[in-house]
């Protein structure tokens, strides 16, 4: 029949914990009248530094330590790749924001100032491309690294959890023999004290190296890498391609602004027919003094009639 558990060895728990973990074995023992063994085996059997640590690691629910001490506004913490971060006018450079702010609706402008930037790129291009060519057949450039990444070796993590469960039963069969023994020696004690100091060890480097796996940088490493290197030649024809894209945005531009003028003129003629059609209604025609000839740009005169 299993023994019952003592009310001790919650107790003996909770003052610990509420100490901070700085109430030694010995003075828990003194204070629960047990031997300062079994203080040892309730410890490491009922987890009472995983509690600890769990308490150190995090602020306990309901305090307001942060309260106030937010992240400020606008902060970047969240942020991954950055192609959806909220962008505002005062981030920008100086030269960015007046360029921006230059910026106006009319179309005209606006279709200037896109063809103004085609052709920059258009000449850019061509520079690159010229450069290349004169380049030597032999020389490579690196367009792409592509690396493997593998997750780590946990040999040594494997090998100190299996030296743990082996001690943690030879500490089991010393308790046993010091708990069955009507005065326990002072030998198989000091094999018990031991024990638990090596236990206590091999518990931090599990916690530290199980923790430095959750960080997830540390449990990956590059098991190849591969380099990806263009010849100027290949380097060339792809910036040709793009060239060529350019120069048909280009061509499709100047399209958009011929079309553009075009019905600019066509409105300005239907404007000047609606004008002299309004001068031929009323009879009143405004006639341009120097060439004697009816005027169609303006019908201000007859309006005020």
Same mark, same amino acid.
């Given at each position: 029949?299993?023994?019952?558990?003592?009310?001790?060895?919650?107790?003996?728990?909770?003052?610990?914990?509420?100490?901070?973990?700085?109430?030694?074995?010995?003075?828990?023992?003194?204070?629960?009248?047990?031997?300062?063994?079994?203080?040892?085996?309730?410890?490491?059997?009922?987890?009472?530094?995983?509690?600890?640590?769990?308490?150190? =690691?995090?602020?306990?629910?309901?305090?307001?330590?942060?309260?106030?001490?937010?992240?400020? /506004?606008?902060?970047?913490?969240?942020?991954?790749?950055?192609?959806?971060?909220? *962008?505002?006018?005062?981030?920008?450079?100086?030269?960015?924001?007046?360029?921006?702010?230059?910026?106006?609706?009319?179309?005209?402008?606006?279709?200037?100032?896109?063809?103004?930037?085609?052709?920059?790129?258009?000449?850019?291009?061509?520079?690159?491309?010229?450069?290349?060519?004169?380049?030597?057949?032999?020389?490579?450039?690196?367009?792409?690294?592509?690396?493997?990444?593998? /997750?780590?070796?946990?040999?040594?993590?494997?090998?100190?959890?299996?030296?743990?469960?082996?001690?943690?039963?030879?500490?089991?069969?010393?308790?046993?023999?010091?708990?069955?023994?009507?005065?326990?020696?002072?030998?198989?004690?000091?094999?018990?004290?031991?024990?638990?100091?090596?236990?206590?060890?091999?518990?931090?480097? *599990?916690?530290?190296?199980?923790?430095?796996?959750?960080?997830?940088?540390?449990?990956?490493?590059?098991?190849?890498?591969?380099?990806?290197?263009?010849? /100027?030649?290949?380097?060339?024809?792809?910036?040709?391609?793009?060239?060529?894209?350019?120069?048909?945005?280009?061509?499709?531009?100047?399209?958009?602004?011929?079309?553009?003028?075009?019905?600019? =003129?066509?409105?300005?003629?239907?404007?000047?027919?609606? =004008?002299?059609?309004?001068?031929?209604?009323?009879?009143?025609?405004?006639?341009? /003094?120097?060439?004697?000839?009816?005027?169609?740009?303006?019908?201000?005169?007859?309006?005020?009639?």
């Amino acid at each position: 029949m299993a023994r019952p558990r003592s009310p001790n060895r919650d107790k003996a728990k909770e003052r610990w914990l509420e100490s901070g973990g700085t109430l030694t074995t010995k003075e828990l023992a003194k204070e629960a009248e047990v031997p300062e063994s079994r203080i040892r085996k309730w410890k490491s059997e009922d987890g009472w530094k995983e509690e600890l640590d769990k308490k150190k =690691r995090g602020g306990q629910p309901g305090n307001k330590n942060a309260t106030g001490h937010g992240a400020p /506004p606008r902060n970047k913490n969240a942020e991954t790749h950055g192609a959806y971060t909220t *962008v505002h006018l005062d981030d920008l450079t100086l030269e960015e924001r007046m360029y921006i702010e230059s910026i106006t609706l009319d179309t005209k402008d606006n279709m200037l100032r896109e063809l103004q930037l085609l052709i920059a790129k258009e000449s850019d291009l061509r520079k690159k491309i010229k450069a290349l060519e004169q380049e030597e057949e032999n020389t490579l450039h690196t367009d792409k690294v592509v690396e493997m990444l593998v /997750p780590k070796s946990n040999k040594r993590l494997e090998g100190n959890k299996k030296r743990l469960e082996e001690l943690t039963i030879e500490r089991e069969n010393v308790v046993w023999e010091i708990e069955g023994a009507t005065k326990p020696s002072k030998t198989l004690e000091k094999k018990l004290d031991k024990i638990e100091r090596e236990i206590e060890a091999l518990r931090d480097k *599990v916690g530290d190296e199980e923790g430095d796996g959750e960080g997830g940088n540390e449990t990956l490493t590059t098991a190849m890498k591969t380099v990806v290197k263009a010849s /100027p030649f290949d380097r060339s024809m792809k910036l040709e391609a793009e060239l060529n894209k350019t120069h048909g945005r280009i061509i499709k531009l100047l399209d958009s602004i011929k079309s553009y003028e075009l019905d600019c =003129r066509r409105v300005e003629l239907e404007e000047k027919k609606y =004008r002299l059609a309004k001068q031929k209604l009323t009879g009143a025609y405004n006639i341009d /003094p120097e060439t004697g000839e009816i005027d169609d740009e303006t019908d201000d005169e007859i309006d005020n009639l």
